[in-house]
């Protein structure tokens, strides 16, 4: 690569770190703001959900927003109005203006997941791919320690969503300031110049709605394990609050240093190799945090579901123009996002009802569903796909 190219991925590296540093704040400062909004535990999951329909309607847009604004611009604008939203949280004291702020940052995330996904599934390698959501990994290990620390502080929630904004805000200003190098970079072109494909017509290639329901799965939980890891320490094992926020950062340092791995074991392994190893991980994280003894063997299981979940979602998402084609990736990565999200959206409510009502000891037995039907439809898309 030359010089240019090594500082727009530097960028790009840069980018997904932003994305998923507010990704787990949620969850981790949840168990001490919901006796603040004088609401049930479980409405956690219906701002989770407000965010997943925006991340799902910017998803199903990004095919025309690349097309006709550049990969570039759509990512500084993503971002920009991730840092608004964010900001919008720190200043918020009621759960309804939390509602309102949750729209414009799922309408931001989607647009930096959709763009930035399909650059590099189309332009690097699969090693490239794994570091690029190892990153994301990196924010989503900063995010919760950052709440952790500042309400070890003695300060609110409030305060670690303004530290977190401030950085959003950063970030957004030097993706304006550096959008030339992605007015310089050849690839970029070729994305732009694909013509827009239907719905219809993605829904009826083959493998798409496997690819999709894999997706959901997939993201449906990760999802749910980070925003309910926090909780779960402190109402079934006992852990206060503050400590909690950093034990489910555990989770993230799992996905990330298994990212970081897994882009040196690419070179080995095939993208599918890669995913089935994953799911087996998960599963081993899961049987072990059903093993009846102390917070440290939860915490070992919930590192190794972060583990497991580590090379699945760049793995699938690298293999898509390889499955489909490189023309229709664009596209069907869109697809992808957007089906991911409603995983997102519905899945972790629905554990909120279910914690509501039979407590949040069963976080391990939800996930293992979702994993068993995670690991149905990748078999069923490898069928359809197969080449």
């Given at each position: ?220 939980l990760e999802q749910t394990a980070m925003l309910w ?82 090379p699945i979602y760049p793995s699938i998402i690298h ?69």
């Amino acid at each position: 690569m030359n010089r240019k190219a090594i500082y727009l991925l530097i960028i790009i590296y840069l980018a997904f770190i932003s994305l998923g540093l507010p990704d787990p704040m949620l969850g981790s400062a949840w168990p001490t703001m919901y006796p603040e909004m004088r609401v049930p535990v479980s409405y956690a999951g219906i701002l989770s959900m407000i965010i997943s329909v925006g991340t799902v309607v910017s998803s199903l847009l990004s095919h025309r927003l690349t097309k006709k604004l550049g990969t570039g611009k759509v990512t500084a604008i993503s971002v920009l109005m991730t840092a608004v939203a964010l900001y919008g949280f720190s200043v918020s004291n009621n759960f309804l203006l939390l509602i309102i702020w949750a729209i414009p940052y799922g309408l931001g995330a989607g647009g930096v997941d959709a763009a930035l996904n399909n650059y590099v599934a189309t332009h690097y390698a699969s090693r490239h791919m794994s570091w690029l959501h190892c990153m994301w990994g990196v924010g989503t290990i900063i995010g919760p320690y950052v709440m952790g620390y500042v309400l070890a502080l003695g300060k609110t929630w409030n305060d670690g969503y303004k530290v977190v904004a401030v950085t959003q805000f950063g970030l957004a200003f030097l993706l304006v300031a550096t959008l030339f190098l992605w007015k310089e970079n050849q690839g970029q072109k070729s994305v732009e110049k694909t013509a827009p494909i239907s719905l219809k017509h993605i829904l009826k290639l083959p493998g798409v709605k496997e690819v999709m329901a894999t997706f959901f799965c997939y993201c449906a939980l990760e999802q749910t394990a980070m925003l309910w890891a926090s909780s779960y320490m402190v109402l079934h094992k006992g852990v206060v609050a503050e400590v909690a926020a950093r034990y489910a950062g555990m989770f993230f340092i799992g996905i990330t240093a298994g990212r970081a791995v897994s882009g040196f074991m690419t070179l080995k392994l095939k993208d599918t190799e890669m995913i089935r190893l994953g799911q087996c991980v998960i599963l081993s994280g899961i049987v072990v945090m059903l093993l009846p003894f102390g917070r440290t063997i939860t915490l070992i299981g919930l590192i190794m579901v972060g583990l497991g979940c580590a090379p699945i979602y760049p793995s699938i998402i690298h293999s898509t123009p390889f499955r489909f084609g490189a023309e229709q990736s664009q596209a069907i990565i869109g697809v992808q996002m957007a089906s991911a999200y409603v995983g997102t959206s519905l899945m972790p409510p629905l554990f909120g009802m279910i914690a509501e009502r039979l407590g949040v000891v069963w976080l391990p037995i939800y996930l293992l569903v979702i994993l068993v039907m995670m690991a149905l439809m990748h078999e069923r898309l490898l069928i359809k796909t197969r080449r």
